[in-house]
């Protein structure tokens, strides 16, 4: 078997990606030690008025969290060629614009935009590169 190439854009996105997502995997601890995590009851405060003021639920923000830990392990599914983690980024992504649908968080068409926006700008970055060269979509298995 051939020696798979991946081209640096598609490099560079899902590092981003995964590093995004671990970060705000990392905050969603933060949000649930109480502040504790960072020993830090300034932060505390700041982080019940932020809840407080957008009137989330405590089950949302864990919907966060696991949200952002698969959507890490899609990505890495991708890095390591699989064509599911991109089905299972699409349908993660769908189904927390379900939930924030159905409890309305977000705004309709902000919703709406941001999903499309994700899952296709994460088709685009595959498809970047020569065909049979670089090209990460027909490389996935």
Not at 48 to 54: F, P, S, T
Not at 99 to 108: A, K, N, S
Request: proline share 3%; aromatic share 18%; hydrophobic share 55%.
């Amino acid at each position: 078997m051939a020696q798979k190439k991946r081209h640096p854009g598609l490099t560079i996105w899902l590092s981003g990606l995964i590093l995004v997502n671990l970060f705000v995997a990392f905050i969603f601890l933060v949000i649930f030690s109480e502040g504790q995590l960072l020993d830090s009851p300034e932060l505390q405060v700041a982080i019940d008025r932020a809840i407080q003021k957008n009137g989330l639920p405590e089950w949302y923000l864990f919907i966060g969290f696991v949200h952002s830990i698969f959507n890490v392990i899609w990505c890495v599914a991708l890095f390591n060629w699989k064509k599911w983690g991109f089905w299972g980024y699409v349908g993660s992504a769908v189904a927390v614009f379900m939930v924030d649908r159905l409890f309305d968080y977000v705004d309709p068409k902000r919703g709406v935009a941001g999903l499309i926006f994700n899952i296709l700008v994460l088709y685009a970055v595959l498809n970047f590169g020569e065909e049979g060269e670089n090209e990460g979509w027909s490389q996935l298995e």
